[in-house]
């Protein structure tokens, strides 16, 4: 049936992310405990559709709040640009064409016409993460960081990251990284 499809219907479909999503792409309708949740950690191989996920979920919160302020976090800022921002599922490439974000390199910031603004920030830079308040935020690969957010390999997130309302954190699920996870998630 795809096959038969043009490439407008195509774009067309392509965009229409949750009605094709997998359900460990969908976000959570709430925690363990029934309350609003917090933290929706996303592991998965490769090819799982983790960075796709995780784009179309900021991208919901920005469309959805022009007030949002959205921290987008990777390893390096090279990581966070060419997969989170510029990646084939990244930021830039599944917005339609009206709703899409600016990219200011020179700022490290992606701004919606809307208003919703995200910034880009490093895992070996955490102090940049302290003062901003922000809404939300994306942590991409997170068991590949050498550390996470200053606190050492093996401790959670917690001090101001953790006081934010929602986080999304993305994983490569498989080898050395499954012990590094295991222990985050042991400690949140």
């Not at 949002?68 to 990581?79: C, K, N, P, S, Y």
């Not at 003062?131 to 050498?146: I, V």
Request: glycine share 10%; with cysteine.
């Amino acid at each position: 049936m795809l096959a038969e499809q043009g490439p407008g219907k195509l774009k067309t479909l392509n965009a229409d992310f949750l009605t094709f999503a997998h359900k460990h792409q969908r976000p959570p309708d709430a925690a363990n405990n029934g309350k609003d949740w917090t933290t929706w950690l996303i592991l998965g191989g490769r090819g799982a559709g983790k960075t796709r996920a995780g784009a179309e979920w900021v991208r919901s919160i920005a469309l959805a709040d022009p007030q949002a302020r959205i921290a987008l976090v990777g390893e390096t800022e090279h990581d966070v640009r060419s997969v989170m921002i510029e990646g084939v599922s990244g930021l830039l490439s599944i917005h339609k064409q009206h709703e899409r974000p600016r990219w200011i390199s020179t700022r490290r910031r992606l701004e919606w016409p809307i208003g919703a603004v995200a910034e880009v920030f490093t895992a070996e830079n955490f102090e940049g993460l302290r003062g901003p308040q922000f809404s939300a935020a994306w942590c991409d690969e997170l068991a590949k960081w050498r550390r996470v957010l200053g606190l050492g390999s093996t401790d959670a997130l917690s001090g101001d990251v953790a006081q934010w309302a929602m986080i999304v954190l993305t994983a490569y699920f498989g080898g050395r990284s499954l012990e590094k996870v295991a222990r985050i998630i042991a400690r949140k």
